[in-house]
């Protein structure tokens, strides 16, 4: 079971390596990205083989191959078009990636940690009823498919959910050859795990851009061939607390992930799945430095999650509008482009472009179940007594917003105290962040409210599932919060050491300027 688990996370990851590393380059994270993006591809041949027929793994290999081979063309014909600039600073390649080492050693051992729960052989009911029932629909012939999607005798209402989880189920049968309900929930269980990695790498990645951005001194670099002019060169002290201060942070959010998702994460069901996946879109779109690649590494994620579920539709739809308008909003509060370098007003073309194309994988599923006339392609609807099914849904909500306490604390605090920390580090304004969770929390009430039967029982079966995303989110801005803290006491330490030869203070961290995003 050990070796086709990792058979089938092996398969997906070298399909989703090339637009993976064309995302986030040679970084330690390409590993848990490209799973993820090697599941997404998994929905989009499931996509076709409903519209299409065919084998899912043909269109697997297939899709997988002919995005690869344009990535490969659009790289060559860009390598003569883009000029070269000297870098404005010449970072120690071996301290970014000895915090990288750190950080990720820290995210794994925490995520095989909470992954033992694997040694109990355990799939839920609907994991078993919905989505590993699906995967089997998906190997058989394209007649039989349609006759599965199409036909009133099956007692399956959730015949047109999303189809990540489920392909993810039919790809793992099919290259290895075992169609056990065991294999699946594994294989389920390492997508959610690669989904939980992506999400965490935020803390550590910002960690390394700081690192990366620290000046050097000129009276440090007169000294450099001895031990101490080694150590303070590469700052090893206060750039190793930011690391290890990273590394803690984001272990802990794995930990608190696994509380949040469990026993979900384990058994086979795809809300970790997906709000782990909009918890990601979320944190690398709305709270990371903005960067074009890594708005792509989230408009993946978002994708990721509106494959999934039907829930996850609804907050991938949000998150694409708000990575969207959050370039957008710099274009405009620049001056409508005018002011800075990179920040042009045809710069805004490049976000709607990649939203419009996010936004068509999503509507990609709902879309080709309508042509096939598939049943239960949409849930029924309500809205008699709208005020107080509302009102009962937000009380249903409550339970699960401890999360939301503390981090409007940290918030709050870091208004006050780290907003020129926050700067430095180029995260994004905190309001982001908070618009993105909020927007959850509305959606999930809303679905509860609108949706058909009671409000009640429906909230007892599915709200502490349902309500993942909206339990997840504070954590990650509670850790930002954290990740600027420990940069303001780092950032103390160096402007009480020396100062660049530039003129600029090394607290500063050569970040109060505009640069190149990409």
């Known amino acids: 079971m050990v070796a086709s688990s990792l058979l089938v996370l092996l398969v997906l990851a070298v399909a989703g390596m090339a637009p993976a590393l064309a995302m986030v380059g040679r970084s330690w994270v390409v590993a848990p990205f490209s799973v993820l993006v090697g599941s997404i591809i998994a929905a ?13 793994l043909e269109w697997f290999w297939s899709l997988a191959a002919a995005l690869a081979a344009a990535l490969a063309v659009a790289r060559y014909a860009r390598s003569g078009a883009r000029p070269t600039r000297p870098p404005a600073s010449v970072p120690d390649r071996r301290l970014i990636w000895m915090v990288g080492i750190i950080g990720a050693l820290a995210i794994i051992s925490a995520t095989a940690w909470g ?27 394209h007649h039989e498919l349609l006759v ?19 392909a993810v189920g039919a790809l793992a049968w ?53 031990p101490a002019g080694w150590l303070q060169r590469n700052r090893v002290a206060p750039s190793g607390l930011l690391g290890v201060a990273a590394a803690l942070v984001a272990g ?92 042009r007003l045809h710069d805004g073309v490049r976000p709607l472009v990649e939203g419009a194309v996010a936004l068509a994988l999503i509507a990609a599923w709902p879309v080709a179940i309508r042509i096939v ?43 006050l ?13 905190d309001a982001w962040g908070w618009t993105g969770t909020v927007a959850g929390c509305v959606i999930f009430t809303l679905l509860f409210a609108t949706g058909g039967g009671a409000v009640g029982p429906h909230l007892l079966s599915a709200g502490h599932r349902v309500s993942e995303f909206v339990d997840l989110a504070p954590w990650w801005i509670l850790g930002m919060w954290a990740i600027a803290a420990v940069a303001a006491l780092v950032e103390g330490s160096l402007e009480r050491g020396s100062t660049s030869t530039c003129g600029v203070p090394v607290g500063q961290n050569g970040r109060d300027h505009d640069g190149p995003d990409d």
Not at 44 to 56: D, H, M, N, Q, R
Not at 148 to 166: D, E, H, I, W
Not at 417 to 429: E, I
């Open 148 to 166: 599965n999607l199409r036909s009133r005798y099956v007692g399956l209402g959730q015949t047109a959910y999303p189809p990540l989880v489920s």
């Open 252 to 343: 802990l959010v794995v930990v608190t992930a696994f509380g949040v998702t469990e026993p979900f994460m384990t058994n086979g069901y795809a809300d970790p799945a997906w709000s782990l996946a909009a918890v990601g879109a979320l944190t690398w779109g709305l709270q990371a430095e903005s960067r074009p690649s890594w708005r792509m590494v989230a408009l993946a994620l978002a994708v990721m999650a509106g494959m999934t579920k039907d829930e996850g539709v609804f907050n991938a739809i949000a998150l694409v509008v708000l990575i969207v308008a959050r370039p957008l909003a710099g274009i405009w509060w620049n001056g409508s482009g005018q002011a800075g370098p990179g920040r």
């Open 174 to 226: 099919g290259v290895t050859g075992q169609h056990s309900e065991r294999l699946a929930t594994v294989a389920i269980a390492l997508v959610n795990s690669c989904a939980l990695i992506m999400a965490t790498s935020v803390f550590v990645v910002t960690a390394q851009r700081w690192v990366a951005g620290a000046p050097v001194t000129e009276e440090v670099v007169t000294v450099r061939g001895t």
């Open 115 to 141: 992954l033992m729960d694997l040694r109990s052989a355990t799939t839920g009911f609907d994991a078993r009823a919905v989505w590993i029932l699906r995967s089997g629909w998906l190997l058989e012939p």
């Open 417 to 429: 105290a780290l907003r020129p920390v926050r700067r430095r580090l180029r995260l994004a304004n």
């Open 44 to 56: 989009s041949s499931a996509t076709a083989v409903v519209l299409l027929g065919g084998g899912l």
């Open 373 to 415: 006339h598939a049943r239960g392609q949409s849930a029924p609807l309500t809205f008699v007594d709208l005020w107080s099914r509302t009102i009962q849904s937000a009380q249903g909500l409550e339970p699960y917003l401890h999360g939301l306490v503390w981090a409007a604390g940290a918030s709050l605090i870091g208004w």
